[in-house]
């Protein structure tokens, strides 16, 4: 049975709010197993399970903080969902290797999301507006 509009926002909801808390493992209990877990660009390419996923956690949460996501559009399928996001926070550490010096940031970004039966994430595709992050991060 597809999951509804609602199982799918109360999931992806509940991951970005982990993410905005810095949780690792909570970020880490919304995946599958054998979750595909894809930051395109990323240099490790796609990523497979929780345990692959959770490097990147890792240094995302020690280079950005302060970080809030404004939803701006979702579109949905059976069992997937479109999320077109604003991040907005600042860049302490060394986001997609640039240095942050702390400053603030905002972006865009765009996640593709597919569901499993048991409502976690079983794929989570994420394109991230780098040319607006290289002009307000500009290396010196």
């Known amino acids: 049975m ?7 926002d109360s999931k ?3 991951h970005f709010a982990f993410e905005a808390n810095d949780n690792v493992e909570g970020v880490l209990a919304t995946l ?15 990523t497979h399970g929780p345990a692959g996923a959770r490097p990147f956690y890792e240094s995302l949460f020690s280079d950005l903080s302060d970080g809030r996501v404004r939803t701006v ?12 996001s604003v991040w907005c926070g600042r860049a302490p550490g ?4 640039l240095e942050g010096r ?6 865009r970004l765009l996640h593709v999301i597919e569901f499993a039966g048991s ?4 794929r989570e595709n994420v394109w991230i ?6 002009q307000q991060l500009p290396q010196d």
């Open 119 to 122: 409502g976690n994430i079983k």
């Open 73 to 84: 559009k979702r579109l949905y399928g059976e069992d997937f969902l479109v999320d077109e």
């Open 12 to 14: 992806i909801d509940e």
């Open 94 to 97: 060394r986001p997609f290797g």
């Open 129 to 134: 507006d780098l040319v607006s992050i290289l």
């Open 32 to 46: 599958t197993p054998d979750v595909e877990h894809d930051i395109v660009g990323a240099p490790t390419g796609p």
């Open 102 to 107: 702390g400053r603030p940031l905002e972006f």
């Open 2 to 8: 597809p999951l509804t509009r609602h199982q799918m």
